[in-house]
């Protein structure tokens, strides 16, 4: 059986990364719009209902429009806008997440995309909030550096084009300074915390990819954990996962000494390590002397931060080998 796929915003960096995922799948068959008539309702209105499948690659107020125009009940949606990710009737597209969620998945119509920062940081709280090792109403704080991807078409025509007067030089830039950025919602919500994190992203000189750090005075927490109980606890949520892995204890040693000095450098922690991939990887680095831990999620921001993680849905959404395309 063949399932038809309309991509609504298919020139886009997310949408053309799904497009090349599903290119060539013989169970898919990929509908376009006429570029000619991408801005007529009707005809997008058309496409929106006669397919088996939608994936919105839009920006929010776009995608809430065309979630409007679908009247049928039977079409599948996976918006991979923030416009959706906490609302109520949706399914969040994390499948790793909880035991459960790949069921709720593959029986909802309605499913938002997670968003690449949430990703990470859900993957790396969820089982800690769950376990009791953090408290729900920890005063959290997240940090990291993103690919200049993530900033949409305005921020790598600036990273890119740095010759023009628009452009720019910058290595690294920190953004959200008004402490307001729109994943906060979603990173509460299924991070397991009673309010948003304290989150300071940032983007750096580099296309797609992204890190992404929680620190943890383990001394301050009420069970006083150990770094040891918080990988056990990602190890255990995640075993058997073929996209989410935790490295060993063994393998975050080793990269603790890796260049080791009195600074301590990680040579090996590159942010772009799994570009091109669905993969994620979770890293606990501990002193339990000082009683600190690092955590950290490595995945590319385009992957399973977005088109990858829309494939894998999608998949799971229409009953297929849900490692297909990836």
């Known amino acids: 059986m063949t399932h038809s796929i309309f991509i609504d915003g298919e020139a886009g960096t997310t949408g053309l990364q799904i497009r090349d995922r599903l290119a060539g799948r013989a169970d898919l068959e990929i509908v376009s719009i006429d570029p000619a008539r991408r801005k007529d309702a009707d005809a997008r209105a058309e496409l929106l209902n006669g397919v088996d499948a939608v994936i919105l690659c839009l920006p929010d107020d776009a995608a809430k429009e065309a979630v409007g125009l679908i009247t049928s009940n039977t079409v599948r949606v996976i918006d991979a806008s923030s416009a959706h990710r906490t609302a109520s009737g949706w399914t969040y597209g994390f499948p790793e997440m909880d035991r459960d969620q790949r069921a709720a998945i593959r029986k909802a119509r309605l499913v938002s995309n997670p968003g690449c920062w949430p ?110 109980d918080l990988r056990e606890a990602l190890a255990d949520t995640y075993l058997g996962e073929a996209f989410v892995t935790v490295a060993s204890a063994e393998e975050c040693v080793a990269l603790q000494k890796a260049r080791a000095g009195a600074a301590g450098y990680v040579a090996d922690l590159d942010p772009q390590a799994l570009n091109g991939t669905n993969r994620m990887k979770l890293f606990v680095f501990g002193n339990d002397d000082r009683g600190e831990a690092r955590l950290v999620a490595q995945l590319d921001n385009l992957g399973k931060g977005a088109s990858g993680a829309a494939v894998q849905n999608l998949n799971i959404m229409l009953g297929l080998p849900e490692a297909t395309g990836l």
Request: hydrophobic share 40%.
């Open 119 to 228: 990703t990470g940081f859900t993957a790396l709280m969820r089982p800690l909030t769950q376990e009791n090792l953090v408290p729900a109403d920890w005063p959290i704080t997240v940090h990291g550096v993103s690919g200049y991807s993530g900033g949409g078409k305005g921020l790598i025509a600036e990273f890119e084009d740095h010759a023009a007067p628009a452009g720019t030089d910058d290595a690294y830039r920190p953004y959200g300074v008004n402490l307001q950025h729109k994943h906060l919602p979603e990173m509460k919500t299924f991070g397991g915390f009673d309010h948003p994190p304290l989150f300071t992203p940032a983007v750096g000189r580099f296309a797609q990819g992204m890190i992404v750090e929680v620190p943890l005075p383990l001394w301050a927490l009420p069970g006083k954990p150990k770094s040891a």
